[in-house]
């Protein structure tokens, strides 16, 4: 499980790992990585595989917005400490400028946290972070579906 | 950057990579109408064993869709940007099902691509729905 992965590397201060368990993740190279600051950045690692258009060859518009609602999602359960995955509303992407076939960089904010929702904005950058090349707002529903709730109509 | 081809819808897909390495296919396709067909593969799944395919590759397949049909509405090729492109999910896709996409292009201006799409696995309500606006160009101007 990737909660899992994440609660075993807590307590360390600074790594770079590639996230497991999840196939998909692996399709796309993705690897998290938490700086001296403690920045937590996910990192999609270049391949063939992620190119959408071939001339010139740019990135899949799919992977970077997979990417986005990654690492949005690592934010939350690093920051919130999470162990059940929070369920995705909807993500709103900009695309601002072609991915060039090179690796990604992604980090995400939390801006607002309430009882029942939570409000991101998540970024993705390459050899510029003041240049992303795609930006995203996403919704994620962080009710524990474990926890019973009283239903409201 | 100026001298090349694009080549024409069918083959469209043996130049996308990523569609290429998802599988997808398309399976329907009718003037401003297509839907495109996500293969299941245990690659695709978010969680190893849980049999439920990443919101991502869903991403991947519609993005690829709305591609495709913007690119067929041309007779000469068109280069294509996603400007912005909005998923809401709205349920669970079922385990282990083949993914599929409907999309439609509502509108194409002399700039921009108007297209929205729902998602669904074998047969059943959509569990998302898609919309997105294109920048178009033609090749070589």
Not at chain 1, 110 to 119: Q, W
Not at chain 2, 5 to 25: C, D, F, T, V
Not at chain 2, 51 to 71: C, E, K, N, P, Q
Request: hydrophobic share 45%.
């Amino acid at each position: 499980m990737i909660s899992g992965q994440l609660k075993a590397l807590k307590d360390e201060e600074v790594f770079e790992v590639p996230v497991l368990g999840s196939p998909y993740s692996k399709m796309l190279g993705l690897h998290l990585k938490r700086d001296e600051k403690g920045k937590i950045t996910t990192i999609m690692k270049y391949s063939d595989d992620l190119i959408g258009v071939p001339f010139p060859p740019a990135l899949h518009g799919g992977p970077l917005i997979a990417l986005l609602e990654m690492a949005s999602f690592f934010e939350l359960a690093w920051e919130l400490n999470i162990e059940f995955i929070p369920k995705t509303i909807d993500v709103n992407v900009d695309f601002l400028r072609m991915g060039k076939p090179q690796d990604c960089f992604a980090s995400a904010k939390i801006f607002r946290r309430g009882r029942r929702f939570a409000n991101l904005h998540a970024k993705i950058w390459q050899e510029d972070f003041d240049k992303p090349i795609a930006t995203a707002r996403l919704h994620f529903l962080i009710i524990d579906p474990t926890k019973k709730r009283v239903q409201k109509d | 950057m100026d001298n090349f081809e694009l080549p024409p819808l069918k083959e469209l897909m043996n130049y996308l990579s990523h569609a290429k390495r998802l599988g997808l296919q398309v399976i329907f396709e009718d003037g401003k109408k297509m839907t495109l067909k996500m293969p299941y593969h245990s690659d695709l799944e978010i969680l190893e064993g849980t049999g439920y395919v990443a919101h991502g590759a869903v991403a991947a397949l519609v993005d690829t869709a709305f591609g495709m049909v913007i690119y067929k509405q041309f007779l000469i090729p068109h280069r294509l940007v996603t400007l912005d492109l909005r998923i809401d999910y709205m349920g669970k896709s079922d385990p282990r099902q083949d993914i599929y996409a409907d999309v439609i292009c509502t509108k194409l201006t002399r700039e921009v691509a108007f297209v929205n799409g729902e998602i669904y696995s074998d047969g059943k309500e959509p569990f998302a729905l898609a919309i997105a606006a294109f920048s178009h160009s033609s090749v070589g101007t």
